[in-house]
């Protein structure tokens, strides 16, 4: 019982680490001797606490690398999971359902702070436009309608939303709308609509940027 006990004060003390962003996604994290000395546990205890966030989907094995760091939430590890193997529509239909609400409740709860910041998303969003890098057209996207989440002020709202990111910039990264300017408009007029606080127009244009990739 005593040595569960270590394994899991363990993985907590690991788990902290990611969370905080001091072990970044992305980045590999210390060799097992670096964290046996740094932690002062033992290396097995080490080695299973490691494992355990392998497993809730936090860290990732890859031989002869090393241990990465392949998400800051076990949610998201656990929602890409169960919602793998969806069709194109499935994905479009579910973060549809997830944006219009959020544009309504932004609408709502936004503050003037959230409506600067979402302008100059906005504006963002348009300029990466001018470049051929889809990455970076879909960070811009993304970073847009992450913040309109957080316009809502709603903390779960946001801890799910930010959570479904990677399943969204997976499956929706190859995106292109065929009218652009229509695209660019309708995003201006979702934030000015958040801005005069218009729930309904806000889930409409939403409904707008969505309706041509539905087809």
Avoid: C
């Amino acid at each position: 019982m005593r040595r569960v006990g270590l394994i899991d004060q363990a993985a907590e003390r690991f788990r902290e680490e990611v969370v905080s962003g001091r072990w970044p996604v992305g980045e590999r994290i210390p060799t097992e001797a670096a964290l046996v000395s740094e932690f002062g546990i033992g290396r097995n205890t080490v080695r299973e606490a490691v494992q355990s966030l392998v497993h809730a989907g936090l860290l990732r094995r890859e031989q002869g690398r090393g241990t990465f760091v392949i998400s800051s939430s076990e949610l998201t590890g656990t929602l890409e999971r169960q919602l793998a193997g969806g069709t194109r529509r499935h994905y479009l239909e579910l973060r549809l359902a997830l944006d219009s609400a959020a544009a309504s409740l932004a609408a709502l709860n936004r503050s003037d702070a959230d409506v600067e910041l979402l302008r100059e998303l906005r504006d963002r969003r348009e300029a990466s436009w001018a470049t051929d890098d889809p990455d970076l057209r879909a960070s811009a996207d993304l970073a847009l309608h992450r913040a309109i989440v957080a316009a809502t002020h709603n903390p779960l709202y946001v801890k799910l939303y930010s959570s479904m990111l990677d399943i969204f910039a997976a499956h929706m990264r190859d995106e292109k709308s065929e009218d652009e300017d229509a695209a660019h408009r309708y995003h201006h007029e979702l934030v000015e609509a958040i801005a005069d606080g218009d729930a309904d127009r806000a889930a409409t244009k939403v409904v707008s940027i969505f309706k041509p990739f539905m087809r």
